[in-house]
């Protein structure tokens, strides 16, 4: 399957209408990863992103009820395609310490798609995950999204993830654990050395992931490498 023809694994109930099959919709999309990126998710606002598309806010609550819908849908979209990059750049390759290796670059690094999803911008979704995805599941409501399907992107990752683990020591107890917990510390490391530069070691310099990359090869292979496998 060419990269053009991905279809995003995004739960329905996250938005009214699927914003990837109109014009408006993905202009919705683009300038809200744009807008977000400017102001915070605390400063965006259906408001301000219908003023920057040119259009109302009631074009904009066609697609989603609320911004957090809206987050959650941006979030979704980047781990749908995270996923899609570990299982594309691991197929046919055996070696289960390289396919781990991959999929810990793939998680760290910005994802691009050369040009195949014209109204995305990458990078600057990347910056968006990295700052506001947190945002997308610590709410109160967290448990009622969660049967919703909110998250299912989300733990499809983590499992492609913890496959990957579980391939390189099968008999660690812990793969789902560790899967999120370097899900987390990727972004996590990257946010710090870019805003909170004294509570990490890692230096994050012109767009280069690769501290970060060897910090997690370093805290996954020394765990996995103590449990006899």
């Known amino acids: 399957m060419g990269i053009a023809t991905v279809k995003m694994n995004i739960p329905e109930k996250i938005y ?22 400017e102001l915070g998710f605390e ?3 259906f408001k301000k992103l219908a003023i920057r598309i040119d259009s109302t806010e009631a074009s904009v609550y ?19 395609w995270l996923e899609y990059q570990i299982d594309y750049q691991t197929n046919n390759i ?36 990295i700052a506001e995805s947190p945002k997308a599941y610590y709410t109160k409501h967290v448990d009622n999204e969660n049967q919703d399907g909110f998250y299912r992107s ?8 913890a ?12 793969p789902h654990a560790l899967a999120t917990t370097l899900l987390q510390t990727s972004q996590q490391q990257v946010y710090f050395s870019m805003h909170l ?8 310099k012109e767009d280069s992931y690769h501290p970060v990359i ?12 103590s449990v006899k496998k």
């Not at 209408?17 to 744009?34: A, M």
């Not at 390289?98 to 979704?125: C, M, W, Y």
């Not at 496959?163 to 812990?174: C, D, E, H, Q, V």
Request: net charge positive; aromatic share 12%; with cysteine.
């Open 94 to 129: 055996t070696d289960v310490e390289k396919r781990l290796r991959i999929g810990i670059k793939v998680i760290t690094e910005r994802a691009t798609s050369e040009n195949s999803f014209p109204h995305i911008n990458e990078d600057i979704l990347h910056k968006v995950v």
């Open 43 to 45: 400063g965006f606002t």
């Open 197 to 204: 530069p004294s509570m990490t070691e890692i230096k994050v």
């Open 62 to 80: 066609r697609y989603f009820d609320n911004k957090h819908n809206l987050l959650v849908y941006l979030t979704s979209w980047y781990w749908s």
């Open 214 to 225: 060897d910090y997690l090869e370093h805290v996954a292979f020394t765990l996995l490498d």
């Open 16 to 37: 009214t209408r699927d914003p990837e099959q109109t014009n408006l919709g993905r202009k919705i999309i683009g300038h809200s990863i744009r807008l977000i990126d």
């Open 163 to 174: 496959n990957l683990i579980k391939a390189y020591n099968p008999n660690y107890a812990n």
């Open 154 to 161: 989300y733990k499809s990752l983590c499992k492609c993830f």
